[in-house]
Antibody, heavy 118, light 111 residues
Framework: EVQLLESGGGLVQPGGSLRLSCAAS????????MSWVRQAPGKGLEWVST????????YYADSVKGRFTISRDNSKNTLYLQMNSLRAEDPAVYYC???????????WGQGTTVTVSS | QSALTQPRSVSGSPGQSVTISCTGT?????????VSWYQQHPGKAPKLMIY???QRPSGVPDRFSDSKSGRTASLTISGLQAEDEADYYC???????????FGGGTKLTVL
């Protein structure tokens, strides 16, 4: 069964850091680009970042550029999102998703919740 | 990159058809055929419904179809069923900026 399982969410103070992980199983992880998408409470979906299959190319939304870093370890079938300098506008459920050849996000995890509060 | 424009809500009775529009710019929807549509039930993760001009992942019924004209993409759901009640989001890859942009979401109510 194709599965993505996010972890690492939690409560962090403004300006703090958090690292999210996304463990993949049931498919060839290295064959897919991967993305992070977030959803603030009661709001819509927002694309955050995407990484190529071998990790050589990374892309970020302007809202997180310079603060967040996406990476992957294909030997561990795991995707990461390092989030630094967290702000009041970053709280959300963060989803990881496979990103296919047609730039669509076809498999999603269940999400992990990030809360930013002092 | 501004969010794509979707109606906040649409509704229809069981068996009817509804269409959800998604308007962007020439840098995203209008410039490329990389629009995808997602269904999200409350408290659940989004689910890919359509991509690459009417490609449906396995298990998505053919009641779901899409189209595009210029800068506007549309999702049509025919033969509405109670389980179709959900939020729907469009998303476009914007090659110019190597980024993705979502629509604000549309709440579908099945009357």
């Amino acid at each position: 069964e194709v599965q993505l399982l996010e972890s690492g969410g939690g409560l962090v103070q403004p300006g703090g850091s958090l690292r999210l992980s996304c463990a993949a199983s049931g498919f060839t992880f290295s064959s897919y680009a991967m993305s992070w998408v977030r959803q603030a409470p009661g709001k819509g979906l927002e694309w955050v970042s995407t990484i190529s299959r071998n990790g050589g190319r990374t892309y970020y939304a302007d809202s997180v550029k310079g603060r967040f870093t996406i990476s992957r370890d294909n030997s561990k079938n795991t995707l990461y999102l390092q989030m630094n300098s967290l702000r009041a506008e970053d709280p959300a459920v963060y989803y990881c998703a496979t990103t296919n050849y047609y730039y669509a996000m076809d498999v999603w995890g269940q999400g992990t919740t990030v809360t930013v509060s002092s | 990159q501004s969010a794509l424009t979707q109606p906040r809500s649409v509704s229809g009775s069981p068996g009817q058809s509804v269409t959800i529009s998604c308007t962007g710019t020439s840098d995203d929807v209008g410039g490329f055929n990389y629009v995808s549509w997602y269904q999200q039930h409350p408290g659940k993760a989004p689910k890919l419904m359509i991509y690459d001009v009417s490609q449906r992942p396995s298990g998505v019924p053919d009641r779901f179809s899409d189209s595009k004209s210029g800068r506007t993409a549309s999702l049509t759901i025919s033969g509405l069923q109670a389980e179709d009640e959900a939020d729907y989001y469009c998303c476009s890859y914007a090659a110019t900026y190597t980024s993705w942009v979502f629509g604000g979401g549309t709440k579908l109510t099945v009357l």
